[in-house]
C-alpha cells in the first residue's frame, strides 16, 4: 500500500506544481485553492507512504514523479520545448529514481 500512497503523492505534487504556473497566469481562488489542496494532499500521502519506506527512497521517487511529471504536463500543456536534450535529462532522473530504489 506504501508504493501507492507514494505514487499518489507524486501526482498530487505534480498538481500543485502545475497549479504554481496557473496561479501566476490566473489569479483566481479556483487555483489557489487548487494548488494548496495539491501540496497537502501531496505531503499527506508521503507521509503515508513513509510510515513503511524509507525516507530516502520515497524522497527521491516523490520528486522524481513531481519534476518528471511537471516537465512533460509543461511540454503537452504549456509548449515548453520537447527538444532531445531535455528529454533525455528527463530519462536520466527517472532511471536514477529506479536505480535508487534496486540499491536501496
Do not use: C, D
Not at 30 to 41: A, E, R
Not at 98 to 103: A, D, E, I, Q
Amino acid at each position: 500500500m506504501a508504493w501507492f500512497w507514494l505514487i499518489l503523492a507524486g501526482l498530487f505534487e505534480m498538481i500543485g506544481v502545475t497549479m504554481i504556473n496557473v496561479l501566476h497566469k490566473q489569479q483566481n481562488w479556483l487555483s489557489l485553492v487548487l494548488l494548496i489542496g495539491g501540496f497537502g494532499s501531496s505531503f499527506l500521502f508521503l507521509t503515508l507512504a513513509m510510515e513503511t519506506l524509507s525516507m530516502s527512497t520515497a524522497y527521491a521517487i516523490w520528486t522524481g514523479i513531481g519534476a518528471t511529471g511537471a516537465a512533460v504536463v509543461g511540454m503537452v500543456f504549456y509548449e515548453e520545448p520537447a527538444e532531445w536534450k531535455r528529454l533525455g535529462f528527463i530519462i536520466l532522473v527517472i532511471g536514477s529514481t529506479v536505480g535508487l530504489k534496486l540499491v536501496a
